[in-house]
């Protein structure tokens, strides 16, 4: 991600108030970006197509079809992404070009068919058991698939830098989804829900074959070498249980809560919490700063101090080594406490507008009263989160798997304790679960500081290691150096 350091100093470097601006901006488009635009492009057209007039089971139909098309496109793409980004890494920087496409192609069917297996069992519980139409039934499995698609492809495009086109097809595919729902709506009739609905599944699929081209223009050969990639899957194999339980992590409290006497059901398939996944939601936005500060941090200024320090273990004297791996852990420490205490301004002003204006829209009660210790929880979530990109950064697979294991089962089982407390103690279990998976990041990087010598130069192999037929345990016999002798 060398590019976007290079760029965001050149805006911050101005020093001006405009400039400040335009580089907050452009780390938003890098960020967070499209799933703002999606969002945003959601609302207008509930808003402007009249979705709040709609009978309350078609709201509330498709509110849980959008919910969980995003939810479980996450999941089912999160077990592969981390592997195959890896792969693409390793290729881009051998110049293996070639490789790539296969690593592609591979992973689409790696990633659509759980996806499928998934979606399509569902869809048909849905339509026989739940009275959905084969119609809605299937554009909302549409859009599941597409977004799936979308998710996918983002991590080759970003790989290659491309953010500002990945966030301008995500905008081209929701403006064509609001003039889609226009025409639908306004001259075929269609009913508000099923209009949205189809128009989003367009949106998606369009958003998808653009993402499509890009990579297809990016890597053209085609090497057809799909071995080494189920190869990387085995060596790599943490990648795929740390990122899989992190995002499962993310949502398994509202699994917890799913289960609550509080839970609804919309057409016998459908099980969402009303308040708590809205308290959710609004506790993740409140953060969600976090990501943007982190990254453009980081990107300035501790990537400098690593690439210091890489160039001094390449070629350098001991001294400069031991004082850029000191600067650069300084850096690190530095950055966590910068995040903590710029996201804590942010999030305690957020947090107080939500208290005081939010009432005045409808989000009160329960909501409101859930809200709080999830905002709480989430804070630390994204602290987490950064420690564990740093984890990744010096290759410590084992402390992220720790870190995100701890996270995951005692945010489960403090959910499950938090479900028989009084509301305001509903997020208690992400607090917790947060601050443990927090904990063991914070202590596993103190570790890699004190470890990094014997990590960087006592982990490589004097001779080329193979699989192949043992040789022989027989290295000379006596009598044929004696032969040997004669003979000479």
């Known amino acids: 991600m060398a590019g976007i350091g290079i760029k965001l100093n050149r805006f911050f470097q101005k020093k001006s108030i405009a400039a400040d601006i335009a580089g907050f901006t ?20 509930g808003n402007i197509f009249g979705l709040a007039d709609e009978p309350y089971l078609k709201r509330e139909l498709f509110s849980c079809t959008i919910l969980y098309i995003f939810i ?20 881009i920087y051998e110049e293996r070009f070639p490789d790539i496409l296969p690593c592609y192609y591979l992973g689409l069917v790696m990633t659509l068919v759980p996806g499928c297996l998934l979606g399509i069992p569902f869809c048909l519980w849905e339509h026989f058991r739940g009275g959905v139409s084969v119609f809605f039934s299937f554009i909302g499995f549409c859009a599941y698939i597409s977004l799936i698609f979308i998710i996918y ?37 269609w009913e508000t829900t099923e209009s949205m609905l189809f128009s989003l599944a367009a949106g998606f699929l369009l958003t998808a074959i653009l993402e499509f081209t890009a ?21 790599y194999w943490q990648l795929v249980i740390t990122n899989f339980f992190y995002t499962f992590g ?42 943007v500060i982190f990254v453009t ?11 210091l320090y890489s160039e001094a273990v390449i070629g350098g004297k001991k001294i400069d080594i031991e004082n850029t791996k000191s600067r650069m852990f300084r850096q690190l420490g530095n950055e966590l406490m910068n995040l903590v205490r710029v996201q804590f301004i942010i999030s305690v002003v957020i947090y107080l507008l939500c208290i005081v204006f939010l009432p005045q829209y409808g989000f009160a009660g329960e909501v409101m009263r859930i809200y709080p210790c999830l905002a709480t929880g989430y804070f630390i979530l994204f602290l987490m989160y950064a420690s564990l990109l740093f984890l990744y950064y010096f290759n410590d697979l084992t402390g992220a798997i720790l870190t995100v294991l701890s996270f995951f089962f005692v945010t489960l089982l403090g959910s499950m304790a938090a479900m ?7 997020g208690a279990g992400l607090v ?23 990590h960087i130069f006592c982990r490589g192999f004097i001779l080329k290691r193979e699989k192949n037929q043992k040789p022989p345990s027989l290295v000379f016999e006596r009598a044929d150096c004696e032969r040997d002798a004669k003979e000479a």
């Not at 495009?157 to 226009?182: H, M, N, P, Q, T």
């Not at 609550?260 to 936005?285: E, K, P």
């Not at 028989?420 to 509903?426: P, R, S």
Request: charge should be positive; hydrophobic fraction near 50%.
């Open 153 to 189: 492809s983002m991590i080759f495009l970003s790989i290659c830098k491309d953010y500002e086109r990945i966030s301008l097809f995500f905008f081209i595919g929701i403006v064509i989804a609001f003039l889609l729902a226009w025409v639908l709506r306004t001259r075929c009739r």
């Open 297 to 307: 941090h980081m990107e300035m200024h501790f990537r400098e101090k690593y690439r």
């Open 26 to 45: 452009y780390s938003v488009v890098i960020t967070i970006a499209p799933i703002l635009i999606i969002i945003i492009g959601i609302l207008l057209m």
């Open 420 to 426: 028989k407390q009084a509301e305001i103690w509903y």
């Open 432 to 454: 917790i679960g947060s601050f443990t998976g927090w904990s063991v990041a914070y202590f596993r990087l103190r570790w890699v500081a004190k470890h990094l010598d014997t």
């Open 72 to 91: 479980f496109a996450f999941l089912v793409v999160s077990p592969f992404n981390a592997v195959l980004s890896k792969y693409m890494q390793d290729a």
């Open 215 to 235: 990579v297809k223009r990016y890597f053209r050969g085609n090497s057809n070498r799909y071995k080494p990639i189920l190869e990387y899957f085995v060596k």
């Open 250 to 291: 993310l949502y398994i409290h509202n699994f917890v809560f799913w289960t609550a006497d509080a839970r609804r059901i919309v057409a016998d398939s459908f099980v969402f919490n009303q308040s708590y996944d809205m308290a959710t939601c609004l506790a993740m936005f409140t953060n969600i700063s976090a990501t």
